[in-house]
C-alpha cells in the first residue's frame, strides 16, 4: 500500500501530476479509505484547477483523518472557487491564526485572505512570511498591498515600497505601485521617475485600466508620447477586464 503512494509522491514531485494521478486511482481503487493518497489526490486536484473533485478527495480525506495544513489550504482554496466562500474564509482564518504552519504556506494563505477582504488579517501573514524569510520580496509586496487596501496613509505604504524597489529595481510591478503611491501624494515628477524607463513589455503586464491612465498621464508629463500612445491604447483593449491585484 505505501509502495504505491510513495511512487505517487515521487512522481508529483517531479512533476509528473498525471502519472501520480493515475497511480492514485489504482491505490484507491485498492484502498478507497486510504486518508493519505485521497489527500494526495485533491492536492493534485486542486493544482489542476479542478476544484469540486479536489474538494470531494479532500473532504473524504478528512472524513478518515485530520488534515494536513496543505491539504486545508486546497480545500479553503476549492470551497472558495465552487461558491462555498464563507467556508473558504472560515478555514483562511483559521489557518492564519495557526502558529506552526509551514513557511512556505502563508503567502497563499494570505491571497486567499485578501479574496476574502480580511486585509488585516492578510496583513499579519504577510509579515509573519517576512519574519520567516527577509529576503520575500514578495511577502513584503503583500504588506504594502493590503496596507493600501484597509487605507493605511500613503506616506506608510510607500516607505515599504521605496525598501522594496531598492531592493528589487528591475521588478516593474513594484516601481509602478511607488509610482502610483507618488500620485498619491501629488509627487508626479518622482511618480515618472519610478517608471520612465519601463519597457513595452513591462508595459504589457499591466492589466488594471486605472493604473494605465495614470502612466498614459505620467508618461505624457514626461514627454515620452510612444508610451503615453501605447498605455492609451492598451487601457482602450482591456477596459471591460479588470483584473485587479495592482495600487489603484
Known amino acids: 500500500m505505501e509502495e504505491k503512494l510513495t511512487r505517487a509522491k515521487t512522481y508529483y514531485k517531479n512533476g509528473m501530476a498525471s502519472d501520480a494521478l493515475d497511480i492514485l486511482s489504482e491505490q484507491l481503487d485498492e484502498y478507497p479509505n486510504d486518508a493519505a493518497s485521497l489527500e494526495l489526490q485533491g492536492l493534485i486536484l486542486h493544482s489542476f484547477q ?19 495544513p496543505s491539504a486545508q489550504l486546497a480545500l479553503a482554496d476549492s470551497y472558495w472557487f465552487t461558491e462555498e466562500q464563507s467556508l473558504a474564509t472560515k478555514i483562511f482564518n483559521q489557518l492564519s491564526q495557526c502558529e506552526k504552519l509551514p513557511s512556505h504556506l502563508l503567502p497563499a494563505i494570505a491571497i486567499g485572505l485578501g479574496r476574502a477582504q480580511s486585509f488585516h488579517a492578510a496583513i499579519e501573514v504577510c509579515r509573519r512570511s517576512v519574519d520567516s524569510d527577509p529576503t520575500g520580496h514578495q511577502a513584503r509586496y503583500g504588506v504594502a498591498f493590503y496596507m493600501a487596501k484597509v487605507g493605511y496613509p500613503p506616506e506608510f505604504v510607500l516607505a515599504i515600497m521605496k525598501g522594496l524597489v531598492d531592493i ?71 477596459r471591460s477586464d479588470n483584473q485587479g491585484g495592482q495600487f489603484c
Not at 207 to 223: A, N
Request: glycine content about 2%; proline content about 3%.
Open 168 to 238: 528589487m529595481p528591475s521588478v516593474f510591478h513594484y516601481r509602478n505601485a511607488m509610482a502610483t503611491l507618488l500620485c498619491q501624494l501629488n509627487d508626479p515628477d518622482r511618480a515618472f521617475l519610478a517608471i520612465a524607463d519601463a519597457s513595452f513589455v513591462e508595459l504589457d503586464t499591466v492589466t488594471c485600466p486605472c493604473c494605465l491612465e495614470r502612466l498614459t498621464r505620467l508618461f505624457d508629463l514626461g514627454g515620452d508620447l510612444r508610451k503615453s500612445d501605447y498605455c492609451q491604447e492598451r487601457t482602450m483593449i482591456i
Open 50 to 68: 479542478e476544484y469540486q473533485l479536489a474538494r470531494q478527495s479532500i473532504e473524504t480525506a478528512a472524513s478518515i483523518q485530520e488534515l494536513s
